[in-house]
């Protein structure tokens, strides 16, 4: 199988230089980097709400209406010291026929009774569950605990595996159909099937649901981060990718908590992130296509439609011909049409190949970290919303930590060094793809990084499950593949101060990173795009 020949690499070259009379930070760049900023908090809100709907309770075995003395219900429930606590059973209670017949012959438990002689019973009744913290979710709703407690975590991964599926698709659709509709229609997915959770008569009805619901939320999250990356430009590009949709996704995340604080039923809540959703039905008419896309395919005419635009609301004047080289090398690039771009391409060079296998395990080990993290917060102290709120708080100042990094210093030293500070990172990185892989396969790149990546959030509900075993392994899993990804991501190639790639040829020239600490002789190694075996 032949590797296509790039048609005129010269012709998007210059893009940036092409549109650098709108200028940086005009009316339409305003308007399109909070628009796109603001899409984003849905996002921190719904992938991160499962953390409050499907929070466990505290519980035990219900206690039907019988005819038992005082002493006798305060006891029927056994009891058990767990981290050196004394806590009610959550799974068992003692056989009610025989307690029942006890107290009938006026037996005094732990006197007359050894207690622990006893026969003991399941929940044969049902569970009770405290509503000290919550009024209700899904584990209360649909009783997940006990022989059915492996739903409650996997009820995370479901929804993941959604965001898995969502990832390694809307990166290809958005590359085939563009930006702009891919956007909108995951937003749609993520705000309908978010709302209809609510009305799920089963668990399997509501995790079919979840799924349906991390398809949209995937989608519409890479569509605007790359949407923004390709209209946006300099640091102002910079800006929006490392700290702009991070801050907003970050925002949405810290007033969950305050949400599930207010409401504490897992409905309500649900109906709280997903009904927002219809505000951003008007951003259609203010979102553009991006103009990058849309010249990589040939629609010249509607990129320079959308850059006039921009430039009567930036007050500036266009030139005549925008994209003249491309024009008049236009005849030449008919053969896009039956030349499509997939994920194979992203392993078809060792160059290529070698970057996208870096990146792939660094943004598993990060989304691992992250998720592992976060699903656990509520778990940190004895109030699950301040817990939650407080591990949302920290990622503001890792946000412009990383921003700052990414703006002032190369790209693979600080992600490196930012990979070392913990599972955050993830929105450092996440630049990198974009920066790297070439307009007509970005899409493609940034979402098979997400589904890789995605692998990982699907495990993490699990992970801290390892402490069974030994207390502290599940850290040490995180922390050593968080120290393999750091190292791993000094071999990425630099794209501090350069454009963005347009072609694969210019992706092949970029430099490459060789190890630090070892001096090696310049070689250059011949970038082959023409008949080279897949």
């Given at each position: 199988?032949?590797?296509?020949?790039?048609?005129?690499?010269?012709?998007?070259?210059?893009?940036?230089?092409?549109?650098?009379?709108?200028?940086?930070?005009?009316?339409?760049?305003?308007?399109?980097?909070?628009?796109?900023?603001?899409?984003?908090?849905?996002?921190?809100?719904?992938?991160?709400?499962?953390?409050?709907?499907?929070?466990?309770?505290?519980?035990?075995?219900?206690?039907?209406?019988?005819?038992?003395?005082?002493?006798?219900?305060?006891?029927?429930?056994?009891?058990?010291?767990?981290?050196?606590?004394?806590?009610?059973?959550?799974?068992?209670?003692?056989?009610?026929?025989?307690?029942?017949?006890?107290?009938?012959?006026?037996?005094?438990?732990?006197?007359?009774?050894?207690?622990?002689?006893?026969?003991?019973?399941?929940?044969?009744?049902?569970?009770?569950?405290?509503?000290?913290?919550?009024?209700?979710?899904?584990?209360?709703?649909?009783?997940?605990?006990?022989?059915?407690?492996?739903?409650?975590?996997?009820?995370?991964?479901?929804?993941?595996?959604?965001?898995?599926?969502?990832?390694?698709?809307?990166?290809?659709?958005?590359?085939?159909?563009?930006?702009?509709?891919?956007?909108?229609?995951?937003?749609?997915?993520?705000?309908?099937?978010?709302f209809a959770q609510v009305f799920s008569?089963?668990?399997?009805?509501?995790?079919?649901?979840?799924?349906?619901?991390?398809?949209?939320?995937?989608?519409?999250?890479?569509?605007?981060?790359?949407?923004?990356?390709?209209?946006?430009?300099?640091?102002?590009?910079?800006?929006?990718?490392?700290?702009?949709?991070?801050?907003?996704?970050?925002?949405?995340?810290?007033?969950?908590?305050?949400?599930?604080?207010?409401?504490?039923?897992?409905?309500?809540?649900?109906?709280?992130?997903?009904?927002?959703?219809?505000?951003?039905?008007?951003?259609?008419?203010?979102?553009?296509?991006?103009?990058?896309?849309?010249?990589?395919?040939?629609?010249?005419?509607?990129?320079?439609?959308?850059?006039?635009?921009?430039?009567?609301?930036?007050?500036?004047?266009?030139?005549?011909?925008?994209?003249?080289?491309?024009?008049?090398?236009?005849?030449?690039?008919?053969?896009?049409?039956?030349?499509?771009?997939?994920?194979?391409?992203?392993?078809?060079?060792?160059?290529?190949?070698?970057?996208?296998?870096?990146?792939?395990?660094?943004?598993?080990?990060?989304?691992?970290?992250?998720?592992?993290?976060?699903?656990?917060?509520?778990?940190?102290?004895?109030?699950?919303?301040?817990?939650?709120?407080?591990?949302?708080?920290?990622?503001?100042?890792?946000?412009?930590?990383?921003?700052?990094?990414?703006?002032?210093?190369?790209?693979?030293?600080a992600a490196s060094s930012v990979v070392?500070?913990?599972?955050?990172?993830?929105?450092?990185?996440?630049?990198?793809?974009?920066?790297?892989?070439?307009?007509?396969?970005?899409?493609?790149?940034?979402?098979?990084?997400?589904?890789?990546?995605?692998?990982?959030?699907?495990?993490?509900?699990?992970?801290?499950?390892?402490?069974?075993?030994?207390?502290?392994?599940?850290?040490?899993?995180?922390?050593?593949?968080?120290?393999?990804?750091?190292?791993?991501?000094?071999?990425?190639?630099e794209t501090f101060g350069k454009p963005?790639?347009?072609?694969?040829?210019?992706?092949?020239?970029?430099?490459?990173?060789?190890?630090?600490?070892?001096?090696?002789?310049?070689?250059?190694?011949?970038?082959?795009?023409?008949?080279?075996?897949?």
């Amino acid at each position: 199988m032949s590797i296509r020949k790039e048609e005129n690499p010269e012709i998007l070259d210059d893009y940036d230089e092409t549109i650098a009379f709108l200028g940086h930070w005009g009316c339409f760049q305003k308007t399109v980097f909070f628009l796109l900023c603001a899409s984003t908090i849905p996002n921190g809100t719904g992938v991160l709400s499962i953390i409050f709907v499907a929070d466990i309770p505290a519980h035990h075995c219900r206690i039907p209406e019988v005819n038992l003395t005082q002493d006798w219900l305060n006891v029927v429930i056994p009891t058990k010291v767990v981290n050196g606590k004394l806590e009610q059973s959550s799974c068992s209670r003692y056989r009610l026929d025989v307690v029942t017949n006890l107290s009938a012959q006026g037996f005094v438990p732990g006197t007359d009774v050894n207690l622990t002689e006893l026969q003991q019973e399941g929940c044969v009744d049902g569970w009770s569950y405290s509503r000290d913290i919550y009024q209700s979710t899904i584990v209360s709703q649909f009783d997940l605990v006990c022989t059915d407690q492996w739903k409650q975590p996997f009820s995370s991964t479901v929804y993941f595996l959604g965001v898995l599926c969502g990832s390694f698709f809307a990166g290809q659709l958005s590359d085939r159909f563009g930006r702009k509709p891919v956007f909108f229609i995951t937003m749609a997915c993520q705000t309908i099937f978010t709302f209809a959770q609510v009305f799920s008569p089963s668990w399997t009805v509501f995790s079919i649901l979840l799924f349906l619901s991390g398809l949209g939320q995937i989608g519409n999250y890479v569509s605007a981060f790359v949407l923004g990356s390709e209209i946006l430009t300099g640091k102002v590009r910079v800006l929006y990718s490392s700290l702009g949709v991070c801050l907003c996704f970050a925002f949405g995340y810290i007033i969950l908590p305050l949400f599930a604080y207010l409401l504490r039923d897992w409905k309500s809540l649900l109906l709280a992130i997903s009904l927002p959703g219809v505000l951003y039905i008007p951003l259609w008419w203010f979102i553009p296509e991006s103009p990058r896309w849309l010249v990589s395919q040939g629609r010249v005419e509607e990129a320079e439609a959308i850059v006039r635009s921009a430039a009567k609301k930036n007050n500036t004047k266009a030139p005549k011909d925008i994209f003249q080289n491309f024009v008049a090398n236009k005849e030449n690039t008919h053969s896009k049409e039956e030349e499509r771009y997939n994920v194979l391409d992203l392993f078809r060079t060792s160059s290529i190949r070698n970057t996208t296998l870096i990146l792939l395990v660094v943004w598993f080990t990060l989304l691992t970290g992250y998720y592992g993290l976060s699903l656990n917060s509520t778990k940190l102290s004895g109030n699950p919303y301040i817990s939650a709120f407080i591990s949302a708080a920290v990622e503001v100042p890792a946000y412009i930590s990383a921003w700052l990094a990414l703006a002032y210093f190369p790209r693979r030293y600080a992600a490196s060094s930012v990979v070392l500070l913990g599972a955050v990172s993830l929105f450092a990185i996440q630049v990198v793809p974009q920066k790297i892989y070439p307009t007509v396969i970005r899409s493609t790149a940034t979402g098979t990084c997400a589904t890789i990546s995605r692998v990982g959030s699907c495990i993490a509900p699990f992970v801290f499950h390892l402490g069974v075993y030994f207390k502290y392994l599940p850290y040490i899993l995180l922390g050593s593949l968080a120290v393999v990804s750091a190292i791993a991501t000094l071999f990425l190639p630099e794209t501090f101060g350069k454009p963005l790639p347009e072609t694969f040829e210019q992706m092949g020239k970029r430099e490459r990173m060789t190890c630090p600490c070892v001096t090696q002789r310049e070689t250059e190694e011949p970038v082959v795009f023409l008949e080279s075996q897949l």
